[in-house]
């Protein structure tokens, strides 16, 4: 009788630790929601968007098996996968569209935003607002509306 109860308790510690090795989605709370900037600083002082209105961030879950985030605040759509570790969103290889853009748009913009995201930002989530930041560039966004939360 105590070899089958031992051979139980084994066999659910090994289950068990079977689910806690699948690696959980990066995004976490994040992927599947898209939002739209309220306010962009840099040094502390409203850093104004060229020709854009705004700055859109997408995160999502892409064939189910890894997570985008998205971005366009000008002529190009940006994206990179990544991972989130300790409250940082890191991303890995950036691609882009390539849209023929001015190059002063093309620096004001869709670079600057290119280097914020290889920056590894961290994040604060909070409801339906999320703050980004790295380096000396504050971001901060709401979800769009129509969009729910996952």
Known sequence: MQ????????????????FAAVPAMAGGSLFGR???????????????????????????????????????????????EFEVEDDRIVTDQI???????????REREDRFFARFFKADPAFVLSQNRLELSARDVAIKLKQRQGESAP
């Not at 070899?3 to 630790?17: D, E, F, R, Y």
């Not at 939002?35 to 600083?41: A, H, L």
């Not at 569209?97 to 002063?104: R, V």
């Open 3 to 18: 070899v089958l109860k031992t051979g139980i308790i084994v066999g659910a510690v090994a289950v068990l630790a079977g």
């Open 34 to 80: 898209g939002y739209t900037s309220t306010s962009i600083e840099k040094e502390g002082k409203p850093y104004p968007l060229w020709h854009a209105k705004e700055l859109r961030v997408d995160f999502d879950h892409e064939n189910g098996s890894r997570d985008v985030v998205s971005w366009r605040a000008s002529c190009n759509f940006y994206g990179a």
């Open 95 to 105: 691609t882009s569209s390539a849209m023929g853009c001015s190059p002063e748009r």
